[in-house]
Structure formats: structure tokens, C-alpha cells
């Protein structure tokens, strides 16, 4: 497991390190301006009240009549550059194996040696985990370091940020699972990617259609949004363990469906 | 003890056959040479013998073991070389061997770095900066490192320049000495004349002939060349049965040779002839037929 691991290092760490480096970029950033938005926001939804349901969706809670600082901070954690880059660094990692391998036809070299299939897979389940930790904890470094100039009613408490990191880390291993199940069922990395983000693209605006349109609210529950609540977080300090559990099984569940096709399909490079 | 046994094996590919009822035995220390045009079924037999596909029907071993449902544990054993090798970009010799050895659990460096100085292979140059025939010259020394029992190799002369073929070939004829077997997979039959001891030709998916390499020779006919010594004596000629007359032009002639030279060189010393060149038994002739005059496959 250790050579296949190295082997991984070697083909992630610039990817890994570069989608680091972006978030904790960003991060930085939109910890720095968005206090200093607040005005602007609170107009913007006063004269625009269509757009509260934008909102809602994105930060997964009820935005009520105003703002307050805690859940305006929350919008870091929502922002679609952030998002953006969570999902790409899930789908780009997730899609290396099988699909990656074939396309580029270097899976007759790696399966040429003495390991299962299972355990070429699983050593880079287990290499996308530690990748996806470290970027986001790169994005929550970013954060720390601008966080000092956001006035001290504005600074949620430490242990409440680290709770929606919790909740953006489950996130990130639903959209990785998922990755890894459509992988092992394509030969073409790039059609395998654009499955994944197409896929990941709808339920995201399914959110956004539920919250105008009735009948789409039936559906909701597929969307990844529904289980992502940095808002609620951030003013309640509670876990929403229902939701993180629902994407931690949805993630469990496509990585094992994924280890099982890729262990047990016929694999042809030609 | 066969390293290495197909029976019946079959894979096909929705609607096109890959091949139909293989059956293979090859023993410890053979060179064994798969023959056969491109798009006849060599690559589709080797990814099922290396566990990439599930067989149809039929199944395959290496060492006792199953191809596909054990197909990790059979590799510590052997070293493969793709025929369309594509190998990480990033890849140095230095570092595939530190990879490579790491995974199998032994240290490739020196019989790497042993291979490398055969092979002439810059341990240092990065795969992206290779040419097609130091990428070649990688994929044989990871397939080799570790002096594997049966060694696969399918197509491994392309991209390698005369000298660097000879050594490959000194190197087969090494390990098969040393008792390890040999799997050569080409579509020509120059790479494994001199090399194998067994030759199977496969074509449209069925192996249509498995014979040791001398049998085949002793098939095999030989390419005669006679010039008279006038017009007369041509014209007046009285051809035997083991002779046939492929050619004709004025004095000259030329024929093929069925059996062995001797009834020849007695028939020829009562003719009057100015010339006569009897050439080596042309296996490429025998393969020519092979691959050309079989009946089409239902």
C-alpha cells in the first residue's frame, strides 16, 4: 500500500497544494470584505425581496427579517468560488481511478503488479480523504488569517466554524463519492468528470428551483445543498447530525458501489 | 509443470470476436512465441492471462493460479510489458523502481540499475522527456527487475533500435536458461524465429497452429534458384516431384523446394546447370499461409 501511495503523493501533491493555496486565498479574502458588505446586503434584499430565496438556499436556513452578523459570516462558507473549489478538487481527485487511469492507458502498468484492483482503489479513497482535509483546512487557515480584522461581534466562536468545516468536509465526500462511482463506470475521464459536475451542478440548482417553484420542493432532499447549514450552525452551535449523516452515507455507499464495479468490471485500454 | 494454461478460453466484445477456445500449455523455461496479424486476438489473450478481462468462457492460470480471480497474488511472479505502454509522465527509472519496488516489496535499484546499463537508459530523464524507444526500454527493465517466473511481453520490439532488439533477445535467451518462461507476443515472424522454441499463430481469434519451431522449419520450403547452362538443355528439362517451378525466365528459374536438399543435389548433378542457389527453409512463407489461405471462420 505504501508504493501505491507514493505513486498517488507524486501525481497530487502540486493539484492538492495549488487548490489549497486557492482557497486559502479566497478564504482570506472573503473574510476581509464580507463584514464590511453588510450594509449593501441588507439593501439589496430590501429592495430586491426575490432575491431572500438565493440566500436561503445557499446558507440552508430561514433568513427571517434581517441579517445579523453571525449568519452574514456564514456566507464564506457559502460563496461559490468556495463551493467551486471544494467540488472541482472532489471531482478532479475522484476521477483519476479507474477512469484517469484507462483513459491515459497507465492502468496496464499499475495493474501489472501485484495488487488487487480493491486495494489500488481503496489506497486512493484513502489518499482523497487526507487531500480533501488538508485543502480545507488550507481554506480555514485562509480564514484565520484575515479573521482579526472582522469586528469581535462579527467572530463566530472557534468551535462553531469547525463545526461547518465538519459539515463543507461531509459535503465534499458526497460530491467524491459520487466521483469515484461514475469513474469506475467510464473508460473517458473527461466524460466522467462532466457526468460528476453535471450531476453535482442540478442538485445544487434544484435548491434554488424548490425554493421558487412548489412542486420541485418534492425533490429538495436531492439536492447537496439541503445538508450543507453553515448558517444554522454558526447561530445554533448544534451539529446537524441527520444531514451529516445522509451525506456520509450517500458518500459511503457510491465509494463502495464505486470499489465494487472497478474491482469486478472488465478493463480494456485499446 | 506448466507455468502457464488456457483452456477453452473465450472473450468477445459485444457483437466482435476477441477469441474463441484458446487452449495453451507452456512449460517452465519456454520462449514461447504468439504469433499473429493485428486485430488477431495476441493483446485480448494477454488481458485475460494478466486478469484485465473476465473471460466469456473458459478459463486461464498461470502458476496454478486463476488469471482472473487471483490475478493479484499471480502477479508477484510476473513481469508484464503492455504493447501500447504508456507510462506516469513523472516517472524517472530511479523513481519507478523506487515505486515499483516498493509495491512488490523488494528492492528493484541494482537489478534496475543492472538493466539499465544494458539497455542504455538514463536513470535520471524524466518519462515526458523520453523518446519512444527509452519509454520501451523502462517498460522491459520494470518488467524484468524482479526476475519474474513467466515474463509477458506483447510487441516489446517496437520503438527499439537493432542493437537494443539484440540485447532484448540476449536477455529472453538469458532468463529462459536460467529457467524462467517466456511469453512473446509480435505480428512478425523474424522477432521470434531466432528467439522461441514453441510458436502458436493465432488469427481470428483461434490459435491454427502450435508447433515447436523446428517442426514448422521442417515444413517449411526452401527457395531454389537454378540457371541452365543453354536454352536446350532449360527447354528439355524433366522436373521432379519434389521441385516446383514457381518462376521462369529464359535460363533461369525459380523453384520451391518440398523435403530435404539431398534428392535435390542428386537430381541437380545430372542436369546442366551453370548455377543453382538453395536457400534456407523460408518460415515466413509457412506463416504467409497460415495467415492468408484459411478457410473464413463460420
Keep these: ?270 | 509443470m506448466s507455468i502457464l494454461r488456457t483452456e477453452q478460453l473465450t472473450r468477445n466484445y459485444g457483437r466482435r470476436i476477441g477469441i474463441q477456445g484458446v487452449d495453451l500449455e507452456i512449460g517452465a523455461g519456454e520462449v514461447f512465441g504468439f504469433l499473429g496479424p493485428n486485430g488477431a486476438g495476441k493483446t485480448t489473450t494477454i488481458r485475460l492471462l494478466m486478469g484485465f478481462l473476465q473471460p466469456d468462457a473458459g478459463r486461464a492460470s498461470i502458476l496454478g493460479l486463476d488469471c482472473w480471480r487471483q490475478s493479484a497474488l499471480l502477479k508477484r511472479d510476473v513481469g508484464y510489458l503492455p504493447g501500447d505502454l504508456r507510462l506516469y509522465p513523472w516517472l524517472t527509472a530511479r523513481k519507478a523502481l523506487h515505486v515499483f519496488g516498493k509495491v512488490r516489496g523488494v528492492d528493484l535499484t541494482n537489478a534496475g540499475r543492472e538493466l539499465a546499463e544494458r539497455f542504455r537508459l538514463e536513470f535520471d530523464v524524466r518519462v515526458q522527456k523520453m523518446s519512444r524507444g527509452m519509454r520501451q526500454k523502462l517498460g522491459l527493465i520494470l518488467a524484468m527487475a524482479h526476475r519474474p517466473q513467466l515474463l509477458v511481453l506483447d510487441e516489446p520490439t517496437s520503438g527499439l533500435d537493432p542493437l537494443m532488439q539484440e540485447e532484448l533477445a540476449r536477455s529472453v535467451r538469458e532468463l529462459a536458461a536460467a529457467g524462467h518462461t517466456v511469453f512473446f507476443s509480435s505480428h512478425t515472424l523474424s522477432e521470434v524465429e531466432n528467439l522461441c522454441d514453441r510458436v502458436a499463430i493465432v488469427r481470428e481469434g483461434r490459435i491454427i497452429a502450435d508447433e515447436r519451431l523446428e517442426t514448422l522449419r521442417g515444413r517449411a520450403r526452401r527457395s531454389v534458384q537454378l540457371v541452365f547452362a543453354d536454352q536446350q538443355s532449360a527447354d528439355a528439362i524433366a522436373w521432379p516431384s519434389f521441385l516446383h517451378v514457381v518462376e521462369r525466365d529464359g535460363l533461369r528459374c525459380r523453384c520451391e523446394l518440398e523435403g530435404p536438399t539431398a534428392p535435390l543435389v542428386q537430381w541437380a548433378s545430372g542436369q546442366l546447370l551453370a548455377d543453382i542457389t538453395i536457400s534456407p527453409p523460408d518460415l515466413e512463407s509457412v506463416f504467409h499461409k497460415y495467415y492468408q489461405s484459411l478457410p473464413e471462420t463460420p
Excluded at chain 1, 501511495?5 to 493539484?15: A, D, H, I, N, Q
Excluded at chain 1, 472532489?90 to 484492483?117: H, K, M, N, Q, Y
Excluded at chain 1, 485543502?135 to 472557534?158: E, K, V
Design chain 1, 1 to 270: 500500500m505504501r508504493g501505491l501511495w507514493l505513486k498517488t503523493w507524486y501525481e497530487v501533491w502540486l493539484m492538492t497544494l495549488l487548490f489549497g493555496c486557492a482557497l486559502l486565498g479566497f478564504s482570506a479574502l472573503l473574510t476581509y470584505v464580507i463584514p464590511r458588505m453588510q450594509e449593501g446586503m441588507l439593501e439589496i434584499i430590501e429592495r430586491m425581496p426575490f432575491v431572500k430565496p438565493f440566500f436561503t438556499a445557499m446558507l440552508g436556513t430561514e433568513l427571517g427579517d434581517q441579517i445579523n452578523a453571525r449568519m452574514l459570516q456564514a456566507f464564506l462558507w457559502v460563496h461559490p468560488t468556495i463551493l467551486a473549489l471544494v467540488w472541482a478538487h472532489a471531482i478532479v481527485f475522484c476521477t483519476r481511478l479507474p477512469a484517469g487511469e484507462i483513459d491515459r492507458g497507465t492502468i496496464d502498468v499499475l495493474l501489472g503488479l501485484p495488487v488487487s484492483r480493491r486495494a489500488v482503489y481503496y489506497g486512493e479513497v484513502i489518499a482523497w480523504l487526507v487531500a480533501g482535509l488538508v485543502i480545507l483546512l488550507l481554506g480555514f487557515a485562509g480564514h484565520c488569517l484575515t479573521a482579526g480584522s472582522t469586528p469581535a461581534p462579527m467572530r463566530p466562536p472557534l468551535s462553531r466554524e469547525m463545526l461547518v468545516l465538519g459539515n463543507l468536509y461531509c459535503v465534499y465526500l458526497a460530491v467524491g463519492g459520487l466521483a469515484f462511482f461514475v469513474s469506475s463506470l467510464s473508460d473517458r475521464r473527461g466524460r466522467a468528470m462532466a457526468v460528476a459536475f453535471a450531476i453535482v451542478l442540478s442538485s445544487f440548482l434544484l435548491n434554488f428551483v424548490a425554493q421558487f417553484w412548489a412542486p420541485a420542493r418534492k425533490f429538495a432532499c436531492l439536492g447537496v445543498m439541503e445538508y450543507y447549514r453553515p448558517a444554522q450552525i454558526l447561530q445554533s452551535n448544534v451539529l446537524p447530525t441527520a444531514d451529516v449523516a445522509i451525506l456520509l452515507s450517500v458518500a459511503a455507499v457510491a465509494v463502495v458501489l464505486g470499489g465494487e464495479v472497478a474491482a469486478r468490471r472488465s478493463i480494456c485500454t485499446v
